[in-house]
């Protein structure tokens, strides 16, 4: 089955066209599917399942943009998020699978909302990101009208996993939150991301910073999902 994320990985790599882009979100998109069907739940638990989660995250949620003519009609889209899909799908290949079952404090469909809403929501978080690249190459205005728009799209989501979140820690734990390390820098993002959206108000003066802060963004937001899992102790742990 891991051939499946392999080809996934490859195919964003070298998707310089819409159909590549495509099939390699098909590719993604299948090995989740078969990854949920043996496991009989999403697979979100360790390393592996969560990359390859956030790669196909990045691929879907790029489906919207691939027709922007502010991106060159979806060229820079298809470049752009297939070499960061890729890049994760590649990460994920190392690690091994984890095929148990979830442990009853994970086993709830608030659990699976939570998380999957974060993910979207970091996959529109690097696509912004992208864009605020292109601006600061292209200087367009409508290119920085993308970013925002997948920022904001992407603080929707954030904003929705985090009330998911606290309904699942009040079956699980008998409260809706806990001072963990991931839970401080989930409002870290979530306040970064209010700021964020906020700057656009401030005018064309403004749109360098903007574009800067977008990207800025993108790397808390990987703290906030690897840096924490990886160097702190906390709930959400791998």
Partial sequence: ??????????????????????????????YLGSRGLALGRLPLIGPQDTLAF??????????????ARAAGNGRFVTWGSGLLAG??????????????????????????????LAFFAYALFGIAALFGGLFLVQGKRQVLDLQYRAALVGYTFFSLSMISGGIWGYY????????TAKEL??????????????????????????????????????????????????????
């Fill in 54 to 67: 956030f790669s196909s995250s990045i691929g879907l949620m790029a489906l919207p943009f691939l027709y």
């Fill in 172 to 179: 699980a734990w008998g409260t809706y939150w806990l001072w």
């Fill in 185 to 238: 820098w989930t409002s870290i993002l979530w306040v970064f991301y209010s700021l964020y959206l906020h700057l656009r108000l401030k005018g064309q003066s403004w749109d360098r910073g903007f574009a800067w802060m977008g990207i800025a963004g993108f790397f808390v937001t990987l703290f906030t999902y690897l840096g924490v899992s990886l160097l702190m102790r906390s709930s959400h742990s791998f």
């Fill in 87 to 116: 890049l994760f799908a590649l990460l994920a290949t190392p690690f091994p699978t984890l095929n148990m079952p979830l442990p009853p404090v994970l086993d709830t469909y608030w659990f699976e909302l939570h998380v999957a």
């Fill in 1 to 30: 089955m891991k051939w499946l994320l392999i080809s996934s990985a490859v195919l964003y790599l070298a998707s310089f066209r819409r159909p590549v882009f495509l099939a390699a979100v098909a590719a993604g998109l299948v």
